[in-house]
């Protein structure tokens, strides 16, 4: 199994990189989780695009997005998303790390905000993640701010 990571801005994503990411998303957040939203959210421009490619199949993503875009004053990760297939592999906990890996280093000395899925409390606990405030809904989905610091 070879895998790599790539992290890119928005500009330098290929048009196969672009349409391999939207697909994963969709795949999970809108057909899988059975939750129609706009996914094209008009963030990804601005956001540094983390994929995650096993024998040249994209199996696991996420964003990085700037301090004030998401959240007042936090950088944030979001759009985490892992294929199914791969669920359970370790590879969700290695892209989180890449991702938190890709913060600390393009914006120094700032905490991360997350929205998380509340089932997915204890994933992102492990990685040094606190919950803060109160549980609410998204997209009729509960979720959770989290923070590391």
Known sequence: MEARFYHKPFSALSTTELYDLMHLRQEIFIVEQDCPYLDADTKDQDCEHILLYVNNILVAYARVVPEGISY??????????????????????????????VCQKLYPHKAIKISAQCYAIGFYEKLGFQSVGEEYLEDDIPHIGMVLS
């Open 72 to 101: 007042k004053n936090y950088t944030s990760i979001g759009r985490v998303v892992t294929k199914k297939t791969q669920r359970g592999t370790g590879l969700g906990q290695k892209l989180m790390q890449y991702a938190i890996n």
